[in-house]
């Protein structure tokens, strides 16, 4: 074994061990070895080839797996869509983003991958969110939304296809804020009775939205269909706010350098 890499020193290691608690070694008045540190690290260049020297005019090659990353636009001041998906409490990231092996070794191509988003749930949920990847949709889901990993696939996949909000009852932690990293907005309910409120295919409209985010906590959403208003409440500190309303992270290191 080569590995040198531990979360504590051996000697500290064969203490705790042999006394079977966390044990400093120098606590025990009997002589141990001293490991020394080596004067140098053997590092095997064998398989590294250095940089071209001239960088100009080089292409990178790609495997046909590998896809650019996708642009995403901002945030439109008048957002309006329909609800492709409502969802109960507790949904998973796994719900959301499919592991397995027919799913994980696509992560590198957001296009195909996004056709597993929510197939656990509405298997149509694909074709229906194309429909509307330009003008945008909408998730409504309950408590503790997207709990379970940090699966940053389970945000970047949804914004592919066009999902700009997520209205829950509560958010899991993880999960909002790789919804910010990708431009899409958790907003929770002030109500959580609402939930029961807003159906599947219910067409949603925002308006005015980046003026209220930048001067309220609180924005209004309206339901078309049933002619009803919703208040949300977001709780993004002022980067938060500046990556949905810039379409992301990404955008916001590009746009400062």
Same mark, same amino acid.
């Given at each position: +074994?080569?590995?040198?890499? =531990?979360?504590?020193?051996?000697?500290?290691?064969?203490?705790?061990?042999?006394?079977?608690?966390?044990?400093?070694?120098?606590?025990?008045?009997?002589?141990?070895? %001293?490991?020394?540190?080596?004067? /140098? @690290?053997?590092?095997?260049?064998?398989?590294?080839?250095?940089?071209?020297?001239?960088?100009?005019?080089?292409?990178?090659?790609?495997?046909?797996?590998?896809?650019? +990353?996708?642009?995403?636009? $901002?945030?439109? $001041?008048?957002?309006?869509?329909?609800?492709?998906?409502?969802?109960?409490?507790?949904?998973?990231?796994?719900?959301?983003?499919?592991?397995?092996?027919?799913?994980?070794?696509?992560?590198?191509?957001?296009?195909?991958?996004?056709?597993?988003?929510?197939?656990?749930?509405?298997?149509? =949920? =694909?074709?229906?969110? +194309?429909?509307? *990847?330009?003008?945008?949709?909408?998730?409504?889901?309950?408590?503790? =939304?997207?709990?379970? /990993?940090?699966?940053?696939?389970?945000?970047?996949?949804?914004?592919?296809?066009?999902?700009?909000?997520?209205?829950?009852?509560?958010?899991?932690?993880?999960?909002?804020?790789?919804?910010?990293?990708?431009?899409?907005?958790?907003?929770?309910? $002030?109500?959580?009775?609402?939930?029961?409120?807003?159906?599947?295919?219910?067409?949603?409209?925002?308006? %005015?939205?980046? #003026?209220? @985010?930048? /001067?309220?906590?609180?924005?209004?959403?309206?339901?078309?269909?049933?002619?009803?208003?919703? *208040?949300?409440?977001?709780?993004? /500190?002022?980067?938060?706010?500046? +990556?949905?309303? #810039?379409?992301?992270?990404?955008?916001?290191?590009?746009?400062?350098?």
């Amino acid at each position: +074994m080569e590995d040198q890499v =531990y979360l504590c020193s051996p000697e500290t290691a064969t203490a705790s061990a042999l006394s079977g608690m966390i044990t400093d070694p120098r606590t025990l008045d009997i002589p141990y070895p %001293r490991f020394a540190h080596p004067a /140098s @690290l053997k590092i095997n260049t064998a398989l590294l080839i250095p940089p071209d020297t001239n960088e100009k005019g080089i292409e990178l090659e790609k495997g046909p797996n590998i896809k650019p +990353m996708p642009v995403f636009g $901002d945030l439109p $001041d008048r957002l309006e869509g329909p609800v492709l998906l409502k969802v109960n409490d507790n949904v998973s990231t796994d719900e959301i983003m499919p592991a397995g092996a027919a799913v994980l070794p696509l992560r590198s191509n957001i296009p195909e991958i996004s056709r597993f988003v929510f197939s656990r749930i509405d298997e149509s =949920y =694909y074709e229906r969110a +194309m429909a509307y *990847r330009d003008n945008g949709s909408f998730v409504v889901g309950g408590s503790n =939304y997207g709990q379970g /990993s940090s699966r940053e696939h389970a945000a970047l996949a949804p914004r592919y296809l066009g999902l700009r909000a997520v209205i829950a009852k509560s958010f899991a932690r993880i999960h909002a804020q790789n919804l910010v990293n990708y431009g899409i907005l958790p907003l929770v309910l $002030d109500d959580p009775e609402d939930w029961s409120d807003i159906h599947h295919e219910d067409v949603l409209r925002f308006d %005015r939205l980046r #003026s209220v @985010l930048a /001067s309220s906590r609180h924005l209004d959403v309206h339901n078309l269909n049933r002619d009803r208003t919703y *208040r949300l409440v977001h709780h993004l /500190s002022r980067r938060q706010l500046q +990556m949905v309303v #810039s379409g992301g992270l990404i955008n916001v290191i590009r746009n400062n350098h």
